[in-house]
């Protein structure tokens, strides 16, 4: 919890240690070295709050990202003019 907007104001709950130390765990990719290294760590689509496993698919749905992005023409023929966008 980052605070309480009906307690604190605004500017308090943006710049609290917990906030602050969350999003230092999501920029660092929560230390995940194979996050640090890959390809698509533009397009992750997850939020980082556990260490990867060994064996495991990717936290961050890199078997996903890799579909849209290969099935890009189809999803755009589906979609029209509108782009498939990755959060």
Known sequence: V???ILEQDFEQVLTSPERRRYL???VMRNNN???QDCDHMDKCIMEFWKDNRAGDVCFGARD????VLANKSDIKAITGDAPPVLY
Do not use: D, K, L, T
Not at 64 to 67: G, K, L, N, P, Q
């Open 2 to 4: 980052f605070g309480n």
């Open 24 to 26: 230092r765990r999501q």
């Open 33 to 35: 070295s194979e996050c």
């Open 64 to 67: 996903y990202v890799e579909w």
